[in-house]
């Protein structure tokens, strides 16, 4: 079965950076597209940034330019460079893959399996 394990969540300051990592596992990682969500409290899971297949990219307007979303097939493992960090940044970090083989599904239909998530929480 899919699992995916993010890490590297934590706690940073305005203008700080954080690298997170989702080791994926139970299924052929380079052959499906994978993604980053997040959630703060009281708001609805974001879809912010997508991989495809072919490392085709997808950066939501709130991350564009900050945040760069990159695979490694070989190592099994989606990577989230997060640089120039916003209060507003803090939520609850999910990597995703898509349901799909070889294409990223609709934007926003959630067709994803989820992991347990890493907190990222950016002070003022």
């Known amino acids: 079965q899919v699992q995916l394990v993010e890490s590297g969540g934590g706690s940073v300051q305005a203008g700080g950076s954080l690298r997170l990592s989702c080791a994926a596992s139970?299924?052929?990682?380079?052959?499906?597209?994978m993604g980053w969500f997040r959630q703060a409290p009281g708001k609805e899971r974001e879809e912010f940034a997508t991989?495809?297949?072919?490392?085709?990219?997808y950066y939501a307007d709130s991350v564009k330019g900050r945040f760069t979303i990159s695979r490694d097939n070989a190592k099994n493992t989606l990577y989230l460079q997060m640089n120039s960090l916003k209060p507003e940044d803090t939520a609850m970090y999910y990597c995703a893959a898509a349901r799909l083989l070889w294409s990223c599904p609709a934007r926003n239909s959630g067709n994803f399996y989820w992991g347990q998530g890493t907190q990222v929480t950016v002070s003022s």
């Open positions: 139970g299924y052929t990682f380079s052959s499906y597209c």
């Open positions: 991989i495809s297949t072919s490392n085709g990219a």
